[in-house]
């Protein structure tokens, strides 16, 4: 329960500093992931996954900068890695 709390805020943070209008509002993203069957048995991470990325892509991110990576032979297991650019490049991370 920790890790999808944390996976929902992280979602919402990188929403909300895409740079572009968000449609959904944070809450509704949270309450899209909850709703969502993550469980270790029978879940459905890539479906979330899923789900999260189309939110980042309308939030502004380019759709270059996310990616869902599936494990090779566990379809339901697949997990949203996202990039956040820096507005100046020329600085260290």
């Given amino acids: 329960m920790k890790m999808l709390r944390n996976t929902a ?10 740079g572009a209008q968000v449609p959904v509002s944070p809450r509704d993203i949270l ?7 993550t469980t270790d048995l029978g879940g459905a ?3 979330a996954a899923r789900a999260g990325a189309k939110h ?5 991110f380019a759709a270059a900068d996310v990616q869902i990576l ?10 949203l890695v996202a990039r956040l ?9």
């Fill in 70 to 79: 599936v494990p090779e032979g566990r379809p339901n297991k697949g997990n």
């Fill in 9 to 18: 805020i992280v979602l919402c943070l990188l929403a909300s500093h895409a």
């Fill in 31 to 37: 309450a899209e992931l909850i709703a969502s069957n």
């Fill in 45 to 47: 991470n890539t479906a």
């Fill in 85 to 93: 650019r820096s507005a100046n490049s020329t600085l260290k991370p």
């Fill in 56 to 60: 980042l892509i309308a939030a502004g």
